[in-house]
């Protein structure tokens, strides 16, 4: 298969459906984030993903399909695996988008979310701590909401102590993954023409110096608690925590040009790369939805100097393809 891919066609042809369906087979869900329904095409009760891929040096054909009735299911070489969580990680992705700067970068959630499929790539616990403070979450959230005048009793402590045992853990995972990203980050900043700019990242939900994760969790809680039975649910956490971007020491998303925001994701997703890349597997599939709009000459040149390093790389546009390539290149025309 060529190493770089690029298809190209008239907007509203599926482009963008191709690369999210690959990226569907690293992470078990929408990159997204669309429920699993949403993803099934008009006029159908299921979708079905199939490919063949190279993890290092094995072959492996993986698989996911969904149905209305049937629900969610995961094969590797035609073995259903017992959790979805199993499944992640195995093929592994960067999916970048030029519509997703302003969405992603200016929205909690979805910069929450950016470090949480990173990790999730690299480790099945950290999915797995994720899936169980999400539970913890639900039940702590119920009796906020059920017990208004008597939040405080042994019960709601109870799912309090639960909630920051396992918050703990995930906030501390994503303080030492991204104390990993961030040097690649800021190379990458640079290379992308970030010199002047002085541009970085760090996360926000974090406990002081000399406190423990665990220690800090609760006293949040503790002190959150009045208004928390007010408010019927949780309002600390790592649900609530965020990755803050600064550009000259303020908020990114508020003060930085479209085109610094771009250099921002495009430098935050190199940085993944560098991070999910192993001796055996090598780097992962990079796939780029229309990336390069709106970027000028010199960070376009800088940047498709670091995309031909990759392996293999599937590029959608609906513009011909500038001339940055280089090894073998495939193209799928949908005008055809």
């Not at 006029?43 to 009735?69: P, Q, W, Y």
């Not at 999400?134 to 042994?154: K, Y």
């Not at 500038?322 to 949908?334: N, T, V």
Request: proline residues 4%; charged residues 25%; positive net charge.
């Amino acid at each position: 298969m060529a190493d770089k891919i690029f298809i190209t066609g008239p907007n509203g042809r599926g482009k963008t459906n191709v690369l999210e369906a690959i990226a569907y087979l690293s992470i078990g869900r929408s990159v997204r984030f669309a429920r699993d329904r949403e993803c099934i095409p008009h006029g159908r009760d299921f979708f079905d993903i199939r490919a063949m891929c190279h993890t290092g040096h094995a072959e492996k054909c993986l698989r996911v399909f969904f149905g209305c009735n049937q629900g969610k299911l995961a094969s590797v070489n035609g073995n259903v695996l017992p959790r979805i969580v199993h499944f992640v990680g195995i093929f592994r992705t960067v999916f970048m988008a030029s519509e997703a700067v302003s969405m992603v970068l200016r929205s909690p959630a979805q910069r929450r979310r950016l470090i949480d499929i990173v990790i999730a790539q690299q480790s099945c616990e950290y999915i797995d701590y994720l899936q169980r403070y999400q539970r913890v979450l639900a039940q702590r959230n119920a009796i906020l909401r059920s017990n208004t005048h008597s939040g405080s009793g042994n019960t709601l402590d109870a799912w309090t102590e639960q909630l920051a045992v396992y918050g703990s853990w995930i906030r501390q995972t994503r303080i030492e993954k991204l104390t990993a990203l961030r040097d690649s980050f800021l190379q990458y900043v640079m290379f992308l023409g970030g010199a002047g700019e002085k541009i970085d990242v760090k996360y926000k939900g974090s406990a002081p110096e000399g406190k423990s994760q665990v220690q800090h969790f609760i006293d949040q809680l503790h002190e959150k608690r009045q208004r928390e039975i007010h408010a019927g649910h949780t309002l600390v956490g790592p649900h609530r925590d965020d990755l803050v971007f600064t550009l000259n020491g303020e908020s990114a998303p508020l003060f930085a040009s479209e085109g610094q925001l771009k250099t921002i994701m495009i430098a935050w997703k190199m940085a993944e790369a560098t991070f999910l890349e192993t001796p055996v597997e090598g780097k992962p599939v990079l796939l780029m939805d229309d990336i390069l709009k709106d970027l000028d000459q010199n960070r376009t040149s800088a940047f498709m100097e670091l995309v031909n390093e990759f392996e293999q790389v599937i590029f959608t546009s609906p513009i011909p393809l500038p001339g940055y390539w280089s090894g073998k290149l495939q193209k799928i025309d949908l005008h055809e």
